[in-house]
């Protein structure tokens, strides 16, 4: 079978952008894929953190990825791999200065973040791609599952996987590719402009697992129309509600639904109706879910350490070879 990395940073909670553009590929790549999905929490480490939250944000990130079907077994946590940071150190060394500074996403966050009011930049921020090139290269990865804003760091991984093959002379790292999976695009039910995000604040995303009340409140107070879209066109806060309809899996009703748009016959309070229900129908079953790992949390946190330790043969094999070819010495015992 093919192998897939994928990654993710200890957040906490999991809302439903994080679910429908994430998680759910994951649940649904294990069937047909080698898959090893990591909670990244050395990557959480280069924007301001609470150091008390961390590893209580680590955890809980676990307990919700395998409460919505991600297998134990395919789990790790990076901090349990300390090989990331090792073959990330190497990684420097065949990185590209320039390439590195154009990244994206350092420039965005070293632009809005608290850092630069503090005139405080960490290295962590700048370097976190070639550390992500090591996440993804340590295990030889065939393929990444990523979305838009993410390939220009797939790209830096690959000329980084492409400089060492050629430096030492030998094509051993594959050159992964991106997997494209279908990812709907899931905006704030009170923002449709901007995507949901915790960071815009608690109206602005949804919990997976949210009380049933405030989903519902979340839902109904969803802004449909902004005052400011053509006639005859759909509103950016109607498609929204039609993306998370579909992305629960309701063709049927998001199709009758859709029908009645086009009639200009949609009640804005049946989309919302049946979006809740859909959502709910989720929820119910991730709360509960959750609920059972809870009760036998010592347990699952055993079960990961032991995944994480499997996994980590792989990553240790990795970097022996790499420090071999590069001309390190390795420690043998």
Known sequence: MKRVLSCIQP???????????????????????????????YHAMTMPYDVKK????????????????????????????????????????FAAMGRVENMTQFKDKSNNSQEKAAGFISVGLFDYPVLQAADILIYKADFVP????????????????????????????????????????????????????????????ISVFAEEARLKKQIRSAVTDTGDTPEGEMSVGVANLFELLKACGKDET?????????????KYVDLKDATADALLELNRKF???????????????????????????????????????????????
């Open 11 to 41: 957040t906490g909670d999991m809302h439903f952008g994080n679910y429908f553009g994430a998680s759910k590929n994951w649940v649904d790549l294990q069937a047909d894929y080698q898959c090893m999905f990591g909670v990244v929490d």
């Open 54 to 93: 961390l590893r209580v944000n680590t955890w809980a990130m676990i307990f919700n990825l395998m409460a919505v079907g991600v297998k134990a077994e395919n789990l790790f946590i990076q901090s349990l791999v300390p090989e990331h940071a090792e073959l990330g150190w190497i990684f420097n060394n």
């Open 146 to 205: 990523v979305g838009e804003d993410q390939k220009q760091h797939l790209e830096l991984t690959r000329e980084i996987a492409n400089r060492f093959n050629n430096q030492v002379g030998k094509e051993y790292f594959v050159l992964p590719e991106t997997l494209l999976t279908k990812t709907p695009k899931i905006k704030s039910t009170a923002d449709p402009t901007r995507k949901m995000s915790k960071s815009a604040g608690e109206k602005h995303y």
């Open 254 to 266: 998001h199709n009758t639904l859709m029908q009645d748009h086009t009639n200009g016959q949609l």
């Open 287 to 333: 709360v509960e879910n959750r609920k059972n790992l809870e009760a036998n949390k010592k347990e699952i946190k055993y079960q990961i350490k032991q995944s994480s330790a499997e996994i980590r043969k792989r990553a240790q094999e990795t970097v022996r070879e790499v420090k071999d070819l590069c001309g390190l010495l390795n420690v043998k015992f």
